[in-house]
């Protein structure tokens, strides 16, 4: 019995002192758990800021890219509308400017102050712009006939297909 408790004694010991180890082996472990746990969350962190810094400085970026190349088109479209201007003085003078220097002899001024095709087209272009879904604007006394002939006439306007007396801008940007 003796021996039986003297080799139980030495187990008993040999268990406790393995069971020791082991309790500082999952001591360390879990340390180590948590030393990787707050590695992996501050990571994390840190990609969640660069991705954050990444997106903004991207939109930024595009938003300024989209900026300027809304203000060339602005800028451009000026020229346009500038030149354009200045061909339609040019070229398409006031309609009754042009008749006192060929009819000299006619003192009686018309009853309704005519407006220039610049004028016209300006209107048109309003029209279109302003109310899409009703675009016809009336032929009134001070639309020239020839210059409302000349847009009918090269398809830059349409007349009305109910209403004669009735025209609009051709949509040329459907």
Known sequence: LQKIKNDL???????????????????REEQWYEEQKQTIDTL????????????QPAIERESDQLGKKILKLKTHRKELLRALGEFLDEHFPHPQEGEKTKNKKSPEDPAVELITLKEILEILINKLINTPHEPYVTIDESFWPPYIELLLRYGIALRHPEDPTMMRLQAFHT
């Open 44 to 55: 994390n962190k840190m990609e969640e800021e660069a991705n954050t810094e990444v997106k």
């Open 9 to 27: 004694e030495r187990m008993l010991s040999a268990v406790q002192s393995k069971n020791n180890q082991l309790e500082e082996d999952l001591k």
